[in-house]
């Protein structure tokens, strides 16, 4: 049975790593939670504004 453990979890990594890059799939999509206002994600990840928006 731990065999089986071991071979499932070493398919679905490889499956994983398979689709980095390909998949814009997102195991936690923060963004999706709580979205950012358009105008803050506009001024830059270095903008004042967006920062305090944090």
């Known amino acids: 049975m731990a065999r089986q453990l071991c071979d499932a ?3 679905r990594q490889e ?5 980095v890059g390909h ?6 999509d ?4 709580v979205p950012v206002p358009q105008e ?3 001024l830059g990840p270095d903008h ?6 944090l």
Do not use: K
């Open 23 to 28: 998949s814009f799939a997102c195991p936690l």
């Open 30 to 33: 923060l963004h999706a939670l």
């Open 9 to 11: 979890v070493t398919l």
């Open 15 to 19: 499956s994983a790593a398979a689709r």
């Open 40 to 42: 803050i994600l506009q």
């Open 48 to 53: 004042p504004e967006a920062l305090s928006s």
